[in-house]
């Protein structure tokens, strides 16, 4: 009961803010009748021609939110499997040889996208990641989640030194938070590999956050890309 009374209060409060009506006026209605009467059928409480108008926007919004929310909900992009990842960013990055793009997904509990951010965007061999404003996104998405994607230029699907170097200082700023990243895909061509799936995706903090910039360099990819593991990685 003490919820329920916290959330009518916080109801009408905001109900009296955004409309003009008097508290009293509301509060003495809802003794004796449903106060979403209020919204649905306003005379009952005898507003004023602009308390009329705005209650009628706020109907118009609710009603344009309970929509959109909707067909959001239809239309969420979830991610069950590094192939549904792998799919999904291949979509976005496939054939770009022109410059090198990094992109993080924020994601919910239920591993769908809340915000897909190209985070940096550079030339055909290098790009700069800047850790600090991939954390200003997740902060403000309230994100449970992210996974990291970028194209290798060349074409390449294996993870460089470099790659897991730059996924470890992602991990090292994010896990303290619980937030986890849960895949990094790398596209090239017309192809991508997922390093989850692959198992050279860093798991756990292994060094103090750094949220200095971050060079994303193609010069491992045109030299030859390095098969590693996460034992080569930790004794780096």
């Known amino acids: 009961m003490a919820t ?5 209060d916080s109801f009408f409060r905001s109900l009296n803010k955004l409309t003009g009506i008097p508290m009293n006026k509301l509060k003495n209605y809802a003794k004796e009748n449903n106060p979403f009467n209020i919204l649905e059928h306003p005379g009952v409480v005898d507003p004023n021609d602009r308390q009329l108008e705005k209650i009628s926007k706020l109907n118009e919004f609710i009603a344009s939110y309970n929509v959109l ?48 951010r190209t985070v940096s965007e550079g030339s055909t061999n290098m790009a700069v990641v800047y850790p600090r ?6 902060m403000a998405n309230d994100c449970s989640s992210i996974i990291l994607s970028h194209n290798h230029p060349g074409g390449s699907l294996k993870a460089s030194r470099e790659d897991v170097s730059l996924t470890q200082r ?6 303290p938070l619980d937030i986890d990243v849960i895949d990094h895909i790398i596209v090239g061509g017309y192809s991508y590999s997922s390093m989850a799936e ?9 060094h103090v956050a750094n ?14 890309e390095y098969d590693i593991s996460l034992d080569d990685e930790m004794e780096m």
């Open 4 to 8: 329920k009374a916290k959330y009518t």
């Open 198 to 206: 692959n198992d050279v995706l860093p798991k756990d903090k292994l």
């Open 211 to 224: 949220y200095e910039p971050i060079e994303l360099s193609a010069a491992e990819e045109e030299m030859g």
């Open 133 to 138: 404003d991939i954390l200003k996104m997740a």
């Open 69 to 116: 929310k909707l067909e959001q909900e239809n239309e969420k992009i979830t991610f069950r499997s590094p192939n549904d990842a792998g799919k999904y960013f291949a979509s976005l990055l496939a054939g770009v040889k022109d410059k090198e793009r990094f992109l993080v997904g924020f994601l919910d509990n239920s591993n769908s996208i809340i915000e897909l």
């Open 170 to 175: 992602i991990v090292d700023i994010f896990k």
